[in-house]
């Protein structure tokens, strides 16, 4: 911030509630041992495709990959309903 203030000009800050704050943080907190949890899962179905011998490295690339490719429809489709919405 240009002038040394903690909060931007464009936040509305308002007067702190601890209740409020303690909400955030629970919510945080579950929200991270759910994370934790899911990644164990991941852990488990590549340990059982390896177990039936599967490559776990080449399932890993697949993986990425085809994220990479649900990123890229993402923002093909968003550049498509952008133009639609120009008119052009």
Do not use: C, N, W
């Amino acid at each position: 911030m240009p002038d040394g203030s903690a909060v931007s000009k464009k936040t509305k800050a308002g007067p702190i509630s601890a209740d409020r704050l303690k909400s955030f943080v629970e919510r945080i907190e579950k929200l991270e041992e759910e994370r934790k949890a899911i990644g164990g899962d991941i852990k488990d179905v590549y340990s059982e495709a390896k177990g039936v011998g599967y490559d776990v490295k080449t399932m890993r690339k697949i993986v990425s990959q085809a994220r990479a490719g649900h990123r890229l429809i993402g923002s093909l489709l968003g550049a498509r309903h952008s133009v639609a919405l120009l008119g052009l």
